[in-house]
């Protein structure tokens, strides 16, 4: 009997073994990748919101994250200008514009219970009432990604972005 080789019934055996064990990591894989996408996704959205309130911030200008109504993009804005009734005189002036229409992000939709997300001159959310009836304060914003959701929240009072 020569001892060099596999016979067929071990070769099947592995293959079996090796087919099973694909069939049960692969679901768990997909909703991992589906987790990570989202999370990306979220921690995307969080900084750019930390960049228009800190844009606010050092440009003394007001800055508004715009939700785009197919929750494909958003893009973030300043305003030099005010009138007493809030209406941005100078014109809003699109600063970034991030979509998720290809590359790391497609297939990621986003949302917010505040469209737009603004912010004051010193960063906090702009909540008076008085240019928008649902303020910026408390908004929430959600990344989704397939069956997996994340969920970016902006505190009342001041501003700050967490990821949940």
Do not use: H
């Not at 911030?57 to 958003?74: I, L, M, P």
């Not at 009432?129 to 914003?141: F, L, N, Q």
């Not at 970016?152 to 001041?158: A, F, G, Y």
């Amino acid at each position: 009997m020569d001892d060099r080789g596999f016979t067929i019934i071990e070769l099947v055996l592995v293959i079996i073994v090796a087919a099973v064990i694909a069939a049960v990591a692969v679901p768990q894989f997909a909703r991992y990748w589906a987790g990570i996408k989202a999370s990306n996704a979220a921690m995307k959205i969080a900084s750019d919101i930390r960049y228009a309130q800190n844009r606010a911030t050092t440009t003394q200008q007001r800055s508004q994250v715009n939700f785009a109504g197919d929750g494909k993009s958003y893009t973030i804005n300043s305003c030099a200008t005010y009138t007493s009734a809030c209406a941005c005189t100078s014109g809003w002036t699109p600063v970034k514009t991030i979509s998720f229409t290809s590359g790391e992000f497609l297939y990621v939709t986003v949302s917010s219970t505040v469209n737009p997300l603004e912010f004051d001159s010193l960063g906090r959310p702009y909540s008076t009432g008085v240019c928008y009836p649902a303020a910026s304060a408390g908004a929430t914003i959600t990344a989704s990604y397939s069956d997996s959701t994340k969920t970016i929240m902006v505190t009342t009072q001041t501003g700050m972005v967490q990821v949940n």
